[in-house]
Nanobody, 115 residues
Framework: QVQLVESGGGLVQPGGSLRLSCAASGIPFGISTMGWYRQAPGKRRELVARISTGSTNYADSVKDRFTISRDNTKNTVYLQMNSLKPEYTAVYYC??????????WGQGTQVTVSS
């Protein structure tokens, strides 16, 4: 079964940085599309960034601030978040999707940007 375990969230001041990690198991990681989503209180879950085997894409709100990357030797996907803003406060979720369409979600990690 799919298991995604996020880590790296926390409290950070505006302008600061955090790196989220998501360790995956139970999927063919190297050929799966991995993504990060976030959900702020009272809002819908939204895509932040996604990485496939050959490309990445980002929400317009985080372009030039966030970088998604993957290490296929560790079955881990990362989200480097720089120049953080208070409006980025949310629970961040890791997502996986295999070529066969099997989808998985992590339990989420809280990111709070506040002074």
């Amino acid at each position: 079964q799919v298991q995604l375990v996020e880590s790296g969230g926390g409290l950070v001041q505006p302008g600061g940085s955090l790196r989220l990690s998501c360790a995956a198991s139970g999927i063919p990681f190297g050929i799966s599309t991995m993504g990060w989503y976030r959900q702020a209180p009272g809002k819908r879950r939204e895509l932040v960034a996604r990485i496939s085997t050959g490309s990445t894409n980002y929400a317009d709100s985080v372009k030039d601030r966030f970088t998604i990357s993957r290490d296929n030797t560790k079955n881990t996907v990362y989200l480097q978040m720089n120049s953080l803003k208070p409006e980025y406060t949310a629970v961040y979720y890791c997502n996986s999707r295999t070529p066969g369409g099997l989808e998985g979600w992590g339990q989420g990690t809280q990111v709070t940007v506040s002074s």
